[in-house]
C-alpha cells in the first residue's frame, strides 16, 4: 500500500515545518488535495494517517481531504471535459486519445490549520 508511504513523507513534511516555528502550534487539521487520476484511495490515505499519528504530535490532527475530479481537455474539439477513471479516457465527442490533463493528479498540502501554543506569562 503506497498510500502507507505517502503518509509517512507528509507527516515527515509537516513535521519539519512545525520544528521550525517559534513555538509549535497544536494541529488542529491537514488539508490535502487529492486527485481523482493521482493513484491514491483517499479511504485508505485517511486510515494510514490514523494509524501512523498515534503517540505524535499530531494524534489529534484531523486529515481533511478535497478530491479533485480528473478534468481533461479536447483541442480538436476546444472543450473541457470528465473522463472515467478506469473506463473512458477518450473525448465523448470525438473520441480523441486523452491529452491534457487540467486536473486530477494533484497530490498536495493545501494548508495546516493550528493553534498557537500556549505560553504561560513569567
Request: some cysteine.
Amino acid at each position: 500500500m503506497h498510500e502507507t508511504d505517502m503518509t509517512k513523507a507528509l507527516i515527515t513534511t509537516v513535521r519539519d515545518w512545525w520544528t521550525e516555528q517559534p513555538r509549535p502550534p497544536h494541529i488542529t487539521h491537514i488539508h490535502l488535495a487529492v486527485g481523482e487520476f493521482a493513484g491514491v484511495e483517499p479511504q485508505s490515505l485517511e486510515f494510514a494517517f490514523a494509524s501512523q499519528k498515534q503517540n505524535t504530535f499530531l494524534a489529534a490532527a484531523e486529515l481533511v481531504i478535497e478530491e479533485i475530479p480528473l478534468v481533461a481537455y479536447c483541442r480538436p474539439c476546444n472543450q473541457e471535459y470528465r473522463p472515467r477513471v478506469g473506463l473512458e479516457y477518450s473525448c465523448p465527442s470525438c473520441r480523441g486519445p486523452m491529452a491534457e490533463i487540467r486536473s486530477g493528479r494533484e497530490l498536495k498540502i493545501q494548508h495546516i490549520q493550528y493553534q498557537e501554543a500556549y505560553a504561560p506569562n513569567l
